[in-house]
Structures are given as C-alpha cells and as structure tokens.
C-alpha cells in the first residue's frame, strides 16, 4: 500500500468510528436494560388512583395495559407516554413483549417499571408462561420508547371534578399520541387571543386559577428528545360554559 494512503484510511476509519459512537449515544428505537415488577393485589388492569391524576380513565387506557414509573414519571411529564416492555428471558419470553401507557409513579427496587397484571402477562409466549413469569415477581426487561397509538380516539381534555367555574380550571390530557411530551399549555381567548400559561398542578392535572373567559383555544407544546418542539392548537374549542367533570373531543389527533 502507497504511505501516502495510509493517513486517508486512518483518518477514514476514525470518522466511522465517531460516527458510530454518536449515532448509539442518540439512538431513540435502542433498547435499555431494566427490570420490570407488577401490581401487587390488583385485578388485570391498572390503577384509578395513579399519581398522573387520570383517575378511572389510568385504569383502562391501552386496554390495560398500563404502568407506573419510578424515573421515567419525570415529574409527571412522562404520564401518558408509551415503552414497548420486553423480557428477556428466552423461555418465558416474546420478541415483541408489549406496549405500555404511563399512568402512575412508583419504584420497586431497580425496576423501573411496575406494570398492570395484564400487562407483565403479555410479555410471555404463552398463559403457561406468563403463570411462571407472575411467580418470579420481577424481571430483567429491555425497553424503549415509542409512540402511543389510539386509533379513532381524538386528543381529548376531561375537566377535573374539583374545578369550580369561573374561578378555577384544572384538567387532564387524554389519549395523549405520538412519541413526544407534553412540555407546556396554554389557554387563549378566541376573541382577543390573550394567551395563559397553565401550571402542571402534579402528575399531568394542569390548572389556572381566574381562567380566561369566553370559548377557549387550547395550545400543547410538543417537546421530543432531539429537542424539537412543535406548539400544536387543536380545531375544537373548549366551550364557554366548561362543566366540572365533562370531557371535551379537541378534534385533532397528533404524530409528532
């Protein structure tokens, strides 16, 4: 070989080298070794009282299949998003495991998730082997994230029960889509478009007190790991007249 290839090549390979190295460090679909625990004393499902605040509606979303989080709750920003779970134990073990829908916070151990009944069991071949996996408890899982899917289901707000019109306004995202969080909202009067900022109360219950008044447009920001961020404004107004415990269709189903 000509020594005058010698320090392309070098110089070549060390370019692929730290392009491999950064692409594995920002990898979104790698998976990340874990542990995964369930419910304890629960039925198939998840959780109405989960720290997210979504109440019956935590319990049932994703069919189910739902979890609590210990570092991935974020605060709370991490209510409603979705992993695909999957154990790793061969015998026991599918490919595919299962997706799952944040709901609640809570830690167990290194586990960092604490999955629905329903949910632990869908990570196995076969009801055998699920029946085995619930005995052992907790086990070592991969997982990532990916983006929630509801099909035919609009982003929609349910009004909390302990909102008292016109004075305060608290509320809950559900059927929240797509592979990025929810970062902020914003309530703005569709007239004048005077624009509030909300407070995430805990969880993902967002409040204001002294809401704006008259028909009010919604504004979520979008916030993805890359640091993209997208303000998206739903077709459909929350009303004049919001009611404590009604739920409200936004109209608009997001893929960000």
Not at 14 to 33: K, N
Not at 240 to 246: F, L, T, V, Y
């Amino acid at each position: 070989m000509a020594p005058s290839l010698r320090p392309l090549l070098l110089l070549f390979a060390t370019l692929l080298f730290l392009q491999t190295l950064a692409e594995a460090a920002t990898c979104s679909d790698c998976f990340t070794h874990s542990q995964a625990a369930y419910y304890p004393n629960s039925d198939e499902q998840g959780t109405d009282r989960g720290a997210c605040g979504f109440g019956s509606f935590g319990a049932t979303i994703n069919g189910g299949d739902v979890s609590a989080a210990s570092n991935l709750y974020r605060d709370g920003v991490g209510c409603g998003s979705c992993y695909q779970v999957r154990c790793i134990n061969s015998n026991y073990c599918t490919d595919k495991g299962v997706v799952i829908t944040i709901t609640d916070q809570g830690s167990s151990g290194n586990a960092d998730f604490i999955l629905s009944r329903r949910a632990f069991g869908r990570m196995a071949q076969t009801t055998d082997a699920a029946a085995s996996l619930l005995s052992l408890g907790v086990v070592d899982v991969e997982y990532r994230r990916v983006s929630c899917s509801y099909p035919n289901k609009n982003i929609t707000i349910k009004i909390d029960e302990n909102s008292n019109y016109p004075y305060y306004l608290a509320f809950v995202i559900w059927f929240q889509q797509g592979k990025q969080d929810i970062t902020a909202v914003q309530l703005c009067e569709t007239q004048n478009f005077v624009c509030k900022l909300l407070d995430r109360s805990y969880g993902a219950v967002w409040t204001t007190t002294s809401p704006p008044s008259g028909p009010l447009s919604l504004r979520m920001l979008f916030s993805g790991e890359d640091g993209d961020e997208t303000w998206v404004v739903p077709v459909n107004n929350i009303p004049q007249d919001w009611k404590a415990g009604e739920t409200y269709d936004t109209g608009v189903q997001v893929n960000v």
